[in-house]
């Protein structure tokens, strides 16, 4: 039905947002939780250059395939 990392139904993502939730009842009062999770995406997407990106952030690709008549694959 799906290929493995590609499931139709989104699991491998619920399942991880679930873990995250868990977690942060555990760990940390709610608002604290949601403002680590935040950042962390903040930096992932602004401030992290990746390799399979050319050194570019998560951001700099969108905005340039934005703004691209034809986006890089």
Known sequence: ?????????NGPVESFQGFIK?????LFAYEEAADIIYRTYEYYIYRYPQKRFHGKTA??????ALTADTPEQ
């Open 22 to 26: 868990d977690m942060a009842r555990v």
């Open 1 to 9: 039905m799906s290929r493995v990392g590609h499931c139709i139904d």
């Open 59 to 64: 951001n700099q690709v969108r905005q340039e």
